[in-house]
């Protein structure tokens, strides 16, 4: 029988996870990337819960501990940099991840564990689609035109793709935070913990370490849509400098970096909702369909179990309309548990004044002492179990 041939947009996280599984379930599968090579930038991000299982099956997870980041956890500081709460990793909720890696050496584990056997296009991207019900027509932007049984969007929060397919039904949700991040160099005081300060004015800065001797830095800040994310690197500069000039701890120390920093990236914190993520011969998975946002820890892994659950269930079906039916039946509940942000977030985390920085700090110390931990742990547990109940992630064979 002819392989079923598809054709996944996006070579980050979501789309060569799907290829891997699609390819061990007998289908053709070239992956298109519109950056001319594997895009290595960003910061931290976490493997967690049932991802964690999935890279297990997958035979990757040795491969993801090794190039771990190492984070010991988060600890909270005030303007001197006197501890108030800290939180060792864990591997679900808030916080470090048992498996917390560079984004970029995620992406090119994936890529590494599938580019023998998928079809990988840089520097190209869709233009046009036409779905004729027995295949897609794909025009692309410099190759020639071609026809697949399937095409699946996995082109990130941008994707122009999934405009392409679903026009303008899903939803970019603004939640009211934007967060810059950029590599600095690393002093001999950044420890191999991650560090929280909050700063009077609802900013937040973090500090995180990596396995690259360098530090990881992060400016988050509660503002209204104000469009910076469309503004010049300098333009975005200079809002950074200005927000955070007087925000104290290490902003001094980060934005003398920020100055010579290549790798700074600014934006708008966003959810995409999308009333359904399949169409016809068109699917969407990952942060294109779902993203919901890194404020939940849990952006990496929600689109490596979509991509898992897409490419098991259109291995179970034949017919790809029950394959995507049942990757929506399944998978929407937990991703709605997911964007369903706790009361207060992002405010709480960014209080506006002196004193609620203070209230903020007296939570965080009662949750980290090993009382609160103990309490804490008996609801986590609970609530840990409950997700896991309703996920119930499948074994394809
Ligand atoms: C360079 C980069 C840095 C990031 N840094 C961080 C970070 O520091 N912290 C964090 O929490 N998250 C970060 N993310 C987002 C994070 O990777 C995702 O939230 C999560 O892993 C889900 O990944 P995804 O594969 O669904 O989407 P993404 O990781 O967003 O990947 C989308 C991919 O599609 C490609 N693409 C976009 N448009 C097209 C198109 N039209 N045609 C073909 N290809 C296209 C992009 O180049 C990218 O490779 C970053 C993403 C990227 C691309």
Redesign the pocket.
């Known amino acids: 029988m002819k392989k079923r041939t598809i054709l996944v947009?996006?070579?980050?996280?979501?789309?060569p996870t799907l290829a891997f599984w699609l390819q061990r379930f007998g289908f053709d599968v070239t992956v298109?990337?519109?950056?001319d090579e594997l895009?290595l930038?960003?910061?931290?991000?976490d493997v967690r819960e049932e991802a964690q299982q999935i890279v297990q099956l997958m035979g990757l997870e040795n491969k993801i501990r090794q190039a771990n980041t190492g984070e010991l956890g988060v600890r909270f500081v005030n303007k001197n940099n006197q501890i108030i709460g800290s939180f060792p990793k864990r591997n679900s909720g808030f916080g470090t991840a048992e498996l917390e890696i560079l984004?970029g050496d995620l992406a090119k584990i994936l890529h590494e564990a599938t580019s023998d056997n998928v079809d990988y296009i840089f520097g190209d991207?869709?233009t046009a689609l036409a779905d004729k019900e027995d295949m897609v027509t794909v025009t692309f932007k410099n190759g020639p035109q071609r026809s697949f049984d399937l095409v699946i969007a996995?082109?990130?929060?941008?994707?122009?793709?999934l405009t392409l397919m679903f026009g303008n039904e899903p939803v970019i949700k603004y939640i009211g935070v934007y967060c810059s991040?950029l590599t600095i160099p690393r002093i001999e005081s950044d420890t191999k913990w991650a560090y929280w300060y909050n700063a009077p004015g609802s900013r937040v800065i973090n500090i995180r370490p990596d396995n690259e001797d360098t530090t990881r830095t992060s400016f988050s800040f509660l503002s209204p849509d104000s469009g910076y994310e469309k503004l010049s690197l300098a333009e975005q500069k200079e809002i950074i400098r200005q927000k955070f000039a007087d925000a104290g701890w290490q902003a001094p120390r980060i934005l003398t970096a920020l100055e010579e920093s290549k790798d700074v990236?600014l934006d708008r914190i966003s959810q995409v909702k999308a009333p359904r993520w399949t169409k016809g011969r068109y699917a969407m998975?990952?942060?294109?369909a779902y993203?919901p946002t890194?404020m939940t820890g849990m952006?990496?892994s929600l689109?490596i179990i979509g991509a898992y659950i897409l490419a098991g269930e259109l291995s179970r079906h034949n017919c790809h309309k029950e394959a995507f039916a049942a990757y929506e039946k399944l998978l929407r509940p937990y991703v709605e548990e997911i964007q369903n942000l706790p009361p207060g977030v992002p405010w709480i985390a960014h209080p506006k004044t002196k004193f609620g920085i203070g209230l903020f700090n007296t939570v965080l110390r009662v949750a980290s002492s090993k009382i609160a931990n103990k309490v804490s742990k008996l609801f986590t547990g609970k609530k840990e179990k409950i997700k896991k109940d309703r996920i119930q992630l499948p074994i394809y064979k």
Not at 32 to 35: K, P, Q, S
């Open positions: 947009s996006g070579a980050s996280i979501a789309g298109i990337e519109r950056a895009r930038g960003g910061q931290n991000i984004r991207q869709i996995a082109d990130g929060i941008r994707s122009t793709t991040y990236y998975v990952g942060d294109a993203c890194p952006g990496t689109s």
